[in-house]
């Protein structure tokens, strides 16, 4: 029986052994798997953080188109403010030429009464400053 039971020992021995190592293989799995949960935890932290950025951008981006559409807009109304003002100054540019033209007539005919007032008078002629007879 003694060698039945050195068999047996020695069979114990050898599944005691692979037991082990099967164990510290285990060990060494849930090691790995719990580093790979962490990492998945670090990057679905990750992926939030992304998101969040991303929904700010978009936000922030909206933010922006808006205030472009109300640049372009008040432009446009600047552009017809500008245009109607430039219509205003051309209607005074021909009112001050019109009255340019006129003073330069006023002017002319001032100028000729003061030569006719200057000419001798003729015999025979009325005398302009007595009324006539």
Request: glycine share 6%; proline share 3%; charged share 20%.
């Given at each position: ?85 430039a ?19 006023t ?27």
């Open positions: 029986m003694s060698d039945y039971a050195d068999a047996m020992r020695k069979t114990a021995n050898t599944l005691f052994a692979a037991s082990r190592r099967t164990s510290e293989r285990a060990e060494g799995a849930v090691h790995a798997s719990n580093e790979a949960s962490d990492n998945v935890e670090v990057a679905a932290a990750a992926a939030e953080a992304m998101s969040t950025s991303i929904n700010e951008i978009s936000r922030q981006l909206g933010q922006t188109n808006d205030l472009v559409s109300n640049a372009v807009s008040d432009a446009g109304s600047t552009n017809v403010e500008i245009g109607g003002l219509k205003a100054a051309q209607k005074i540019g021909d009112v001050v030429k019109l009255i340019q033209t006129v003073a330069g007539q002017n002319l005919l001032a100028l000729n009464a003061t030569i006719e007032a200057a000419r001798p008078e003729r015999p025979g002629a009325a005398s302009r400053s007595s009324p006539p007879r």
